[in-house]
């Protein structure tokens, strides 16, 4: 079974950047395709990106707008999200997860994905 875990949020000012990372351990990932989600207060979670298990096909939430890129390191089991441009909309515990099967390419929805991490906390400063 998998592990995941995010590591990378904290406090920044509007207009910084962040790089999250998810560490995965106890079995590979690199055959499953991968996303991040958030979730603010108060609020239910969203998908923010995901990546497809070859490193290829990307896809974004229309927020995102060009502003953050998901990438992944097979060789460390680990996948990326490098934020940039930060607003205060943007404060959310940012979750990192795996598809359910290997070998597809992944969805926006939450509920296709079986192993979560813990979440990392990040918060913008207007």
């Known amino acids: 079974q998998v592990q995941l875990v995010e590591s990378g949020g904290g406090l920044v000012e509007a207009g910084g950047s962040l790089r999250l990372s998810c560490a995965a351990s106890?079995?590979?990932?690199?055959?499953?395709?991968m996303a991040w989600f958030r979730q603010a207060p108060g609020k239910e979670r969203e998908f923010v990106a995901r990546?497809?298990?070859?490193?290829?096909?990307?896809e974004y939430a229309d927020f995102v707008a060009g502003r953050f890129t998901t990438f992944r390191d097979d060789a460390k089991d680990t996948l990326y999200l490098q934020m940039n441009s930060l607003k205060p909309e943007d404060t959310a515990v940012y979750y990192c997860a795996t598809y359910k099967s290997a070998w597809l390419p992944g969805t926006r929805n939450s509920n296709d994905y079986t192993a979560w991490g813990q979440g990392t906390q990040v918060t913008v400063s207007s």
């Open positions: 106890g079995r590979t990932v690199s055959t499953y395709a």
């Open positions: 990546i497809n298990w070859n490193n290829g096909n990307r």
